[in-house]
């Protein structure tokens, strides 16, 4: 037991077996409150899988007060798991795996960017020719997603404050996306993916159910919508960008302590600023709202696809049966096999497990590692699972049908 002055089992975390008392710092955390979700537990393979040598440092002010309680270590099934997936990554570590190619980053944003000039150009020169522009830009959001995600998971500059920075205005000035909006969701996605209550990802009701837990809470309206799910599901998801994009604005104008809120304000204000520029090209009112809602459908698309692809299909799970971290990545979690000449479309979530298990690895790195995962996940009996694009997007639909059936049994 602690004593009066120190800190309770259930208020601190450990991290290499140091209590730390982290219930003062969540609000200043820059991945948002999600280490509350770990108090009480062992939280040394989450933190090491997000953090740095800087954070590392910082651990020392936190530390807890007293004699506190051991955490409970991951379940004893999942120990060996564990030990040998965090020796795997400080080998990487080691091998220099984690360090980025400039070069490789500097292409894809020129890729992203150039897409939507390029769009500009055609609309200035050829305004009938909109629908292929507006694929075109829904291509420039999409990549530059991608683009922002490493940034954001500090996979491209050593210095996080430049990745930060340069994730906040590429993601607010081409996307109008908050990076504080999504850096707090997406966090929470990946230290805890497909459990339910806590990953907000899988969590799309009143419209959509994956899991059967969703589908028997579901209200009336929910319930309904459930129901015709495979029929909807497609223009469900092509609004998902625009959705993302109005969840950042109201975030970044009316979320309590936001950091930097006026560079984020302002590069969202961008954005619409040059997207207004574009609609002005184009000669009336109803082909501007036509372009606008393709761009959008199509971006929705081909960012929602991935993700859905990634994780729908693979199992969703209660907090108090979710294995230990990296066990709990491969498990919910799948890769894309894909041809090189289209891989490229993924922006590096065809390896999905790896980029789960590594999440500031730069993506053209996981292909170093692939071999190395498949083996630990060999010798511990877990699926290193992969499907083609097309056979992923077939495994989510039949998960819709299935839930689909759940409902019309149970209402």
């Known amino acids: 037991m602690s004593d009066d002055k120190g800190s309770k089992a259930g208020e601190v975390l450990r991290i290499d077996g140091e209590a730390y008392d982290v219930t003062k710092w969540a609000k200043h955390h820059p991945g948002g409150d999600l280490l509350l979700r770990f108090l009480g537990k062992d939280a ?7 953090h740095g040598k800087l954070a590392k440092r910082g651990l020392k002010g936190l530390r807890a007060k007293g004699e506190v309680p051991a955490a409970p270590l ?12 965090l020796a795997l990554h400080a080998r990487a570590e080691t091998d220099g795996r984690f360090a ?27 305004p009938a020719w909109w629908p292929l522009g507006a694929l075109m830009l829904g291509l420039a959001w999409q990549q530059g997603g991608w683009l922002s995600h490493d940034l954001l998971h500090h996979s491209v500059f050593d210095d996080r404050t430049k990745g930060d920075r340069a994730g906040a205005v590429l993601g607010g000035v081409l996307l109008g996306y908050s990076a504080d909006w999504w850096k707090r969701k997406h966090n929470l996605h990946h230290a805890l993916p497909n459990v339910l209550g806590e990953d907000s990802d899988i969590d799309v009701l009143p419209f959509l159910a994956f899991n059967e837990h969703d589908v028997r809470r579901a209200g009336p309206f929910a319930r309904a919508m459930v129901r015709v799910q495979p029929v909807t599901a497609v223009p469900i998801v092509a609004l998902a960008r625009a ?19 006026g560079r984020e304000v302002a590069a969202i204000a961008a954005h619409y600023a040059w997207t207004a520029g574009l609609l002005a090209l184009l000669p009336t009112w109803g082909t501007r709202l036509a372009f606008y809602g393709v761009a959008q459908a199509a971006a929705g698309l081909m960012i929602g696809s991935v993700f859905l ?4 299909a693979r199992p969703m799970v209660a907090r108090s049966e979710a294995p230990g971290f ?19 479309f993924f922006g590096g979530l065809e390896r999905q497990i790896e980029h789960h298990l590594f999440p500031t690895m730069p993506r053209h790195r996981h292909a170093e590692l692939a071999a190395e ?33 759940v409902r019309a049994s149970t209402a």
């Not at 040394?44 to 997000?50: N, P």
């Not at 692809?309 to 729908?312: E, P």
């Not at 990296?326 to 490229?344: C, D, E, F």
Request: proline share 2%; net charge positive.
């Open 309 to 312: 692809v990634g994780h729908n």
């Open 243 to 261: 959705n993302w994009a109005a969840q950042g604005l109201l975030w970044a104008l009316f979320a309590k302590g936001v950091p930097h809120r």
């Open 44 to 50: 040394t393979a989450v933190f090491l899988a997000f």
């Open 100 to 126: 980025s190619r400039g070069s490789f980053f500097v292409g894809h944003a020129v890729v992203s960017v150039g897409l939507a000039v390029a769009c500009a150009a055609l609309l200035a020169v050829a």
């Open 74 to 85: 991951v379940p004893e099934a999942d120990a060996a798991v564990e030990n040998d997936f």
């Open 373 to 405: 995962v498949r083996a630990l996940c060999e010798r511990h009996g877990l699926a290193y699972t992969e499907r083609g694009f097309a056979q992923g997007l077939g495994d989510v639909f039949a998960v819709l049908a299935r839930m689909s059936r």
């Open 326 to 344: 990296h066990a709990l990545q491969v498990l919910t979690t799948q890769n894309i096999r894909a041809h090189w000449s289209y891989r490229w």
